[in-house]
């Protein structure tokens, strides 16, 4: 059975994220969030509205299981520039 806790769980490993950083994203404390993943509490509506959008995640896929992860969205990087050495 799935649960509330598992989905963000298998949420956050998806993104390669670690507990401190949807805790950096959300504000919610690490130890928290443990509680939340191990399903020991069942947060509020504005806790999990909070991790759902720090996952960029439906609040349905959390409840539902949704069985497609999140996909890390690459970061964009600016262009090097080049410089050259001018002669003269």
């Known amino acids: 059975m799935t649960t509330?806790?598992?989905e963000i769980k298998?949420?956050?490993a998806a993104l390669g994220w670690r507990q401190?950083?949807?805790?950096?994203?959300?504000?919610?404390?690490?130890k928290y969030l443990s509680r939340i993943e191990n399903d020991h509490v069942?947060?509020?509506w504005s806790f999990v509205l909070k991790i759902a959008r720090a996952l960029k995640m439906d609040l349905r896929a959390?409840?539902?299981g949704d069985p497609t992860p999140p996909v890390p969205q690459p970061?964009?990087?600016r262009p090097r520039s080049r410089k050259t050495a001018s002669v003269g």
């Open 75 to 77: 970061t964009a990087q």
């Open 62 to 64: 959390l409840y539902e």
């Open 10 to 12: 298998k949420a956050r």
């Open 20 to 30: 401190n950083r949807l805790q950096e994203a959300t504000g919610i404390s690490q």
């Open 4 to 6: 509330l806790g598992r």
């Open 42 to 44: 069942d947060p509020s």
